[in-house]
Structure formats: structure tokens, C-alpha cells
């Protein structure tokens, strides 16, 4: 069956330091791979996605994602975090193996707080 | 802005009663989907609908019910209301069906069953 982890519900970075915010998935086939982030009172954006190619993939305010088959994640980066990146970030994954499942399997979220 | 447009904003009801909730897609988009958010239960995928045709179904309970017309708008239909149901439901767009395109959310309906 297929699943999206994100092992950690929140993660705290000090300002311009490096951020990671982690997401495994587990599928039959070859994934798609999307990152999403949600501010406060607002609907979720769309920040990233992977769908074959490059593993390192750039996305939208400087973030972007690493792709690891054999790990089976794929982890979001940034490489100097700004408080207004404090936000919740979903990982979701679509299974391509097969024509009827369209629908993208989203992890928890992890909440993330960049302090000052 | 998404471009995604969802009313109404906020949803004041009591339990039993039935409501609708309603979305625009961006333009040009062919694929509407549900979700509902709440505290306990993060990020819950309703229905897809895709040029007017259920695609997916997802955790959607029987008291909900959706469709999308021939303009591609779409309407979430919920009845019998339960306290639980208090959550804000979001639908999202993407411009086709198979899951390989970003989807674009609307600002959601913040449903309240007092």
C-alpha cells in the first residue's frame, strides 16, 4: 500500500541556518513526488515537485528536494532559513504503477518554526 | 492568489442540519478535488472530480456527496451534521486528472457544527 512518513510534527531552526524537513514514502512503482506548504489561515501552495530526472529538485522561496530511491525519500532543504518560512510543509506522493489511482497520499505535515 | 475561489469562507451550522460548500477551479483547470482538514486528522482526501466525472474516492463518508457541473464548478454536500465534522474543507484544481500536476488549493470553507 502506498504511505507517506514524516517522522518529525515540527522541526526548529535558528535563522540562517540550513533546514531539513524530512518525508519517506513507500509505493509499488515509480513515484511522483510533491512538497506542499500551508501559512496560517491559508490554503496549501505548491512548492516543489519530482517526476523523473535530475534528484535534486528547485522549487518556489529558495527551497528544494532531494530524491533517493534506494532510501526511498525525499527530504526538503533550504540552504538559510527566513522566519517567514515558518509555515506547515506536506510531503505527498502518487504511485504511478497502474491507471486507476490518481489520488496523491499526503503525509501529517510538519510544522515548521524558524526563531529570530 | 490560486486562483481557486471557495465559498462560503466560514460556515456556521447546527448538528442535522445540511450544507453546501462551493468551488471555482482556476481557468482551464478540468480536475477538482475535496479535502478536509482538521486538528486530529491533518489533511484527509474527499473526491476528485475530473470534466464533470468522479475520478477518485478517497475517505469521503456516505452523509457527503459531490459533483461538478458542465461550467467544472463543483459543490461538497454534507449532511446529517455532526460535531465532528467542524473542520476546514479545501477543494484544489489541477489542469488534468492522472496526479502528475500540481494542484491548486483555494483559501477553504471553515465549517463549524455547533
Known amino acids: 500500500a502506498q504511505s507517506v512518513a514524516q517522522p518529525e510534527d515540527q522541526v526548529n531552526v535558528a535563522e540562517g541556518n540550513p533546514l531539513t524537513v524530512k518525508c519517506t514514502y513507500s509505493v509499488s512503482g515509480n513515484p511522483y513526488l510533491f512538497w506542499y506548504v500551508q501559512y496560517p489561515n491559508r490554503g496549501l501552495q505548491f512548492l516543489l515537485k519530482y517526476i523523473t530526472g535530475d534528484n535534486l529538485v528547485k522549487g518556489s522561496y529558495g527551497f528544494e528536494a532531494e530524491f533517493n530511491k534506494s532510501q526511498t525519500s525525499f527530504h526538503l532543504k533550504k540552504p538559510s532559513a527566513l522566519v517567514s518560512d515558518s509555515a506547515l510543509y506536506f510531503c505527498a506522493v502518487r504511485d504511478m504503477k497502474g491507471d486507476s489511482n490518481y489520488q496523491l497520499i499526503w503525509g501529517a505535515g510538519t510544522k515548521l518554526i524558524i526563531k529570530p | 492568489d490560486s486562483g481557486v475561489t471557495q465559498t462560503p469562507k466560514h460556515l456556521i451550522t447546527a448538528t442535522g442540519q445540511r450544507v453546501t460548500l462551493r468551488c471555482s477551479p482556476r481557468s482551464g483547470d478540468l480536475s477538482v478535488y475535496w479535502y478536509q482538514q482538521s486538528l486530529d486528522q491533518g489533511l484527509q482526501f474527499l473526491i476528485q472530480y475530473y470534466n464533470g466525472e468522479e475520478r477518485a474516492k478517497g475517505n469521503i463518508l456516505e452523509r457527503f456527496s459531490a459533483q461538478q457541473f458542465p461550467d467544472l464548478h463543483s459543490e461538497l454536500n454534507l449532511s446529517s451534521l455532526e460535531l465532528g465534522d467542524s473542520a476546514l474543507y479545501f477543494c484544489?484544481?489541477?489542469?488534468?486528472?492522472?496526479?502528475?500536476?500540481?494542484?491548486?488549493f483555494g483559501p477553504g470553507t471553515r465549517l463549524t457544527v455547533t
Open positions: 484544489a484544481s489541477s489542469a488534468h486528472g492522472q496526479g502528475a500536476g500540481e494542484q491548486y
